[in-house]
């Protein structure tokens, strides 16, 4: 038997607990019937915050993600992919429904991208290549609606998961002080989650990158704070990390608040 006060006075785990109810209270199964002959086949790995399959289409392998974001951000992501692609990033490509429509109610069909999370040193100097390379190509690119940098946070309040008014004020205060603290770093596109399960290693080598739904231009350093290898100096590496924890404990606190209090913990060096 569950004891009831128990779970009504656990914190942070009842708050994921309830956040997870509803989803599954107001979720609805997934409608594909806009691909014609399109399976799903299991669940993907990884997609945290979005419901993600392995599909087959004409007898590919194909990603079936249906998004939470609304239709102009979502419309952002594809243009960005699509942009990326072209110029000779190894991404998703998007395949759209028979009326030719790239999404439907939020579901989003894309080509698989095969290979395995970097296992080397060098092969993580590689993904670091790639995402530098993105920033140096999109320093001009349009922000995605809804999204502002960390810099901006603190007149806008809220970005991608974001919310400052559900973060208690002192720990909302320190967040902003960490980013106001990062105004020499350069904003451009990021990937935003470039860890070891969005990443693509092919038979080749060459890097691919999935799951763009936290992309957005923001600062660069989001990207490179966590990777298998140090890319910056000793000092800016140090930052970089303390920028990351505050935006992670931001950007979870009502979505995966577990996550979000350890990563807040961290940048009080717990």
């Not at 945290?48 to 419309?75: F, K, Q, Y």
């Not at 530098?132 to 007149?155: F, I, K, N, W, Y």
């Not at 100096?233 to 931001?250: F, I, M, T, V, Y």
Request: hydrophobic share 40%.
């Amino acid at each position: 038997m569950i004891e009831l006060s128990r779970f009504l006075w656990d914190g942070p785990r009842t708050i994921a607990v309830v956040i997870r109810v509803i989803d599954l209270l107001t979720s609805k199964v997934m409608d594909i019937t806009a691909w014609s002959g399109l399976e799903l086949v299991e669940p993907a790995t990884g997609g945290r915050r979005n419901e993600v399959w392995r599909g087959r289409l004409a007898g590919a392998s194909v990603a079936v993600r249906r998004s939470r974001r609304p239709a102009e951000s979502l419309a952002w992501e594809l243009d960005l992919l699509e942009h990326l692609g072209n110029a000779g990033f190894r991404v998703p490509v998007t395949v759209p429904a028979e009326d030719g429509r790239r999404t439907v109610d939020g579901v989003v069909v894309q080509t698989w991208l095969a290979g395995r999370p970097p296992s080397s040193s060098a092969e993580w100097v590689r993904v670091a290549d790639v995402l530098q390379r993105l920033h140096a190509s999109t320093a001009d690119h349009r922000q995605r609606p809804g999204c502002m940098t960390v810099r901006e946070l603190g007149a806008s309040g809220r970005s991608v998961d974001a919310d400052l008014a559900a973060i208690p004020p002192e720990e909302a205060e320190q967040m902003l002080a960490v980013f106001e603290d990062h105004d020499d770093v350069p904003t451009a596109v990021v990937h935003g989650d470039p860890g070891p399960s969005n990443i693509r290693i092919d038979a080749e080598g060459t890097v691919g990158l999935i799951d763009w739904d936290e992309s957005r231009v923001d600062l660069t350093w989001h990207d490179l704070a966590n990777l298998g290898v140090q890319i910056l100096g000793d000092d800016d590496h140090g930052r970089a990390q303390r920028l990351s924890h505050a935006w992670e404990a931001a950007n979870g606190w009502t979505t995966e608040p577990e996550y979000a209090r350890r990563r807040y913990r961290l940048l009080n060096g717990g």
